[in-house]
């Protein structure tokens, strides 16, 4: 179980086998919510099912989502390319347990939740435990809030004492601090309360889970690399623009090779958007696709000296390695490349 595409039906599998319904990814683009340009997590699309909005089709439902982030907390342009673990696009892979008072075991919480993230981890993709650790919250005084000593209790069952890192709201211990190799992989996130206005927290009548697992990281670790853009994600796109211009990728942080993980991170997210209903404009969210086009045509045209258009003719190879999971691509790969060579 090696390819990216082996890793990713691993997860579905294994949570269809915890009776998850598999749903396709949403869109993109958002077209029906005014606080959000693009999908930037996975839990988007449930957003009503957690509010009590409207009614899940399952308790239980797993996923892979496409997500955006470019700008704001979670990202910014600049980096991507420049780093080893930062994309525009990504994909969000997430189990979730929608629950409902009236049917308690229809759903699940953290005991289980816990459980099967140590199972997939170790006994499916079978990561080395001892290059594992994990983190709960460490509770909040301001708030009122204890140490989630149930999660606490729930790891101790898997994972040696000192392994359990407690964190606070802002951060997790570890990651990204001093070594690029320290990563996040997985984020289990209990939903068991909601702020109200005046700040304070109020107990749901439902508890809910909601997972993300990002696709990216989890290929580089089960692959043994260094850099996501060393994983067959992206070897592909790699391969073939160095075709295109006559230069070999050196994996290096010279300019050309971080204009190689540019242009392969930024096709993906110009080609998906596209497919899913955003055209390159002036404003909104046309506007950073434009703005994300143009940072790739200038990193080429500047460090790998090609002088004519270049990003349209990558979408095959985009289109063809994600048909099977993401088939809108592979159906208006014409049209994606005209609006592409055009723009």
Known sequence: MNTAAEIRQAFLDFFKSKQHIIVPSAPIVVKNDPTLLFTNAGMNQFKDYFLGNKTAPSARIADTQKCLRVSG???????????????????????????????????????????????????????????????????????????????????????????????????????????????????????????????????????????????????????????????????????????????????????????????ADHIRAISFTIADGQLPSNSGAGYVIRRILRRAVRYYYTYLAYKQPLLHQLVTVIAQQFKDVFPELWQQQEFVAKVIKEE
């Open 73 to 263: 907390k979670h990202n910014d342009l600049e980096e991507v390319g420049v780093d080893t673990y930062h994309h525009t696009m990504f994909e969000m892979l997430g189990n979730w347990s929608f629950g409902d008072p009236k049917n308690p075991t229809a759903g699940y919480f953290k005991k289980e939740a816990i459980a099967w993230s140590w199972e997939l981890l170790t006994e499916v993709y079978k990561l080395d435990k001892d290059r594992l650790y994990v983190s709960i919250f460490e509770g909040d005084e301001k708030e009122g809030l204890p140490k989630d000593e149930e999660a606490y209790n729930e790891w101790k069952k898997v994972i040696a004492e000192d392994r359990i890192l407690l964190g606070n709201k802002k951060d997790n211990e570890l990651v990204n601090k001093d070594h690029p190799q320290v990563i996040e992989i997985w984020n289990n996130v209990f939903i068991q309360f909601n702020r109200k206005k005046d700040g304070s927290l109020e107990l749901l009548p439902a508890k809910h889970v909601d997972t993300g697992m990002g696709f990216e990281r989890l290929v580089r670790v089960l692959q043994g690399k260094q850099s996501n853009y060393d994983t067959d994600i992206f070897s592909g796109t790699i391969i073939a623009i160095g075709k295109i211009v006559g230069k070999n990728y050196q994996g290096q942080n010279d300019k050309p090779s971080i204009a190689f993980r540019v242009l």
